[in-house]
């Protein structure tokens, strides 16, 4: 499902304008980015949770030229399901 998709399936559900679903969505999309941004942590109950990760300093290699390289520290924004997102994926048998 891509952007268009859902903005669709919002506006049916919602029973509202697909121009009024896409400034949802995308104003959604956009908050939860600043957010972990700024380094907080956006939960999303059922759903799951949203934060920036510490990726620390590591040695790694070219692959290319398997010559050894110092890759830096960095921070990447991370995502963990929720319990009731899990189970309608995986549902317990």
């Known amino acids: ?19 009024q679903a896409d400034t949802v969505v995308s104003a959604t999309v956009e ?17 799951g949770s949203f934060e920036p990760r510490q990726r620390k300093a590591r040695e790694g290699r070219n692959p290319k030229t398997n010559e050894k390289m110092q890759i830096p520290a960095t921070v990447v924004p ?16």
């Open 1 to 19: 499902m891509n952007k268009g998709e859902l903005v669709d399936l919002v506006a049916s559900k919602a029973s509202i304008s697909k121009k």
């Open 31 to 47: 908050a939860i980015m600043e957010a972990v941004a700024n380094g907080e942590k956006v939960t999303l109950v059922g759903f």
């Open 78 to 93: 991370a995502f963990s399901a929720g319990k009731q997102f899990k189970e309608m994926v995986a549902p317990k048998k």
